[in-house]
């Protein structure tokens, strides 16, 4: 769909009107099927306005390009959080323990 802004030649008259396409338009004009909703004259033209191409309702808008928040980010230089200190405890205690009986 399309939509133009249309000026009645006769009144001025400011009004939109929605149209499959550019030709559709032209072919309604032509037959006198464009007609001013204010006082109904049949002489209608467009407005000196870019027409609107329309978005289709269940379309939906792009895909924002912010970062996902669900993407891990890398923890530079932070503090460790409480197990992980744990953990890397747990692994070096293991690791001198394999270097007391190591040879
Ligand atoms: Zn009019």
Do not use: Y
């Not at 204010?38 to 000196?48: H, I, N, Q, R, T």
């Not at 530079?76 to 959080?81: E, K, S, T």
């Amino acid at each position: 769909m399309i939509v133009f802004d249309l000026e009645c030649r006769a009144g001025g008259h400011r009004f939109e009107g929605w149209f499959a396409s550019s030709e559709d338009f032209a072919g309604q004009q032509a037959r006198g099927l464009v007609t001013c909703p204010v006082c109904g004259a049949p002489e209608v033209d467009k407005a000196l306005s870019a027409p609107r191409l329309t978005r289709k309702g269940n379309q939906l808008p792009a895909a924002p390009s912010a970062p996902r928040p669900d993407v891990p980010q890398p923890v530079a230089n932070g503090p460790l959080p409480p197990e992980a200190v744990a953990m890397l405890k747990a692994v070096a205690a293991v690791q001198s323990e394999m270097l007391k009986s190591s040879t």
